[in-house]
């Protein structure tokens, strides 16, 4: 959702007008940030069912993933600058599209890659990071009994 407002931000900056080109490159941000919080969170799952904290699951998620959230924008972003400056026959239709998408790109890798994994990380029950370490089996329990 702040995705959705940056990009409004970027149009109204650009003294652009709201229409359906720009509707469908805010959907279009949607998508890939719903897309990099899931590849995110799964790969934190993952390090947390390998031992790991969930604080230390998440920085080593946020690294491992960094490259290829990166890399989506930067590709998406070089994408959309020839619409952006409205280079080319009929470009200037959808021109606003490619301003949505690049302010809302631009913004959602701050999102994708700092936001996400710290609500997560703040909004996770403490008592799952013991018991994720106990059912990988790097951690026993002693019952006490004898």
Do not use: C, W
């Not at 109204?12 to 890939?32: E, H, P, T, W, Y």
């Amino acid at each position: 959702m702040l995705e959705r407002h940056a990009a409004q931000e970027r149009l109204k900056s650009q003294a652009r007008a709201q229409n359906v080109a720009s509707f469908m490159g805010m959907i279009m941000v949607l998508g890939i940030v719903a897309k990099n919080g899931i590849l995110i969170l799964d790969a934190e799952h993952r390090f947390v069912e390998l031992g790991f904290s969930s604080r230390e699951a998440m920085i080593q998620a946020g690294r491992r993933r960094l490259r290829p959230i990166a890399m989506t924008a930067l590709a998406t972003i070089a994408g959309m600058l020839p619409l952006a400056f409205a280079l080319g026959a009929g470009s200037q239709m959808l021109q606003p599209l490619a301003i949505a998408v690049i302010g809302g790109i631009l913004s959602s890798m701050l999102l994708s890659l700092v936001f996400t994994p710290a609500i997560h990380y703040y909004l996770q029950p403490r008592g799952m990071e013991s018991e994720a370490a106990v059912e990988s089996g790097s951690l026993t329990l002693d019952s006490g009994t004898t």
